[in-house]
DNA sequence: TTGACGGGTAGGAGATCTCCTACCTAATAT
DNA sequence: ATATTAGGTAGGAGATCTCCTACCCGTCAA
């Protein structure tokens, strides 16, 4: 059990994918995880594996597969991190600009 | 000018506490950073070109020395990525959860 | 039982990261 | 002018990451 730190998790855009994935698809087994990569079957694995032991995601057997599904909540750690900094934003850039952003920014995804 | 993934830039250690160096005590010179880690300085100075890189810090010249201050912005493209994740694990805790922390967020900014 | 399928593990190649010591330039100080 | 100080850059050693192909075991189907 290695205990993976979130941040170095989550610094592969792979891993995001995989994330994004199972929080739009609910669990999933690896092999339809792996289909939507140009990367091999054992690849996802791993990386499967280094999110498992972020806490990120959890497996369940169900006959010869595994369905992995998403843990959400090593992601607080994430957001408890950023709350000091997202303060910080906000008195810097003043309201307007708060305002103005506030909803209309395009969210890239992963 | 290689325009680094926030994700990526966060990923190390010594990256996010220099962040949070910047954070508490404002702007300050490489020297000031340099102090508080047991690396040598080129090694602090190639992470706040990391920072640098991906936004996360801007510099600003006075006589020899270089202050590096924080530019959290960057960190919004990290917050908006969390957001489906929190609602997620929001359903997921349940609504003792739920109360419990909405207090704690900032509403009221009119 | 034998084969096919789902998926983990081993080992390794090549890329990238993280740190170091040397060295360089620019700016202040004597 | 010369020495000192702040800090960036070069180049390299060693660790880690990311991907691959081979191979293994467990489960289901014939």
Redesign the pocket.
Known sequence: MPDIDVF?AL??P?RRQLLGLLLDSGPL????L?AQF?????????????LKDAGLVG?R????????ELRPEPLRDLTRWLTPYERFWREKLGNLRTLLDEEGDPASHD
């Open positions: 170095a610094a592969n792979a087994p690896v092999q339809q792996a140009a990367m091999s079957r054992p690849s996802v694995s791993e990386h499967l594996k280094v497996e057997k169900a006959g010869r597969q595994r369905y992995y």
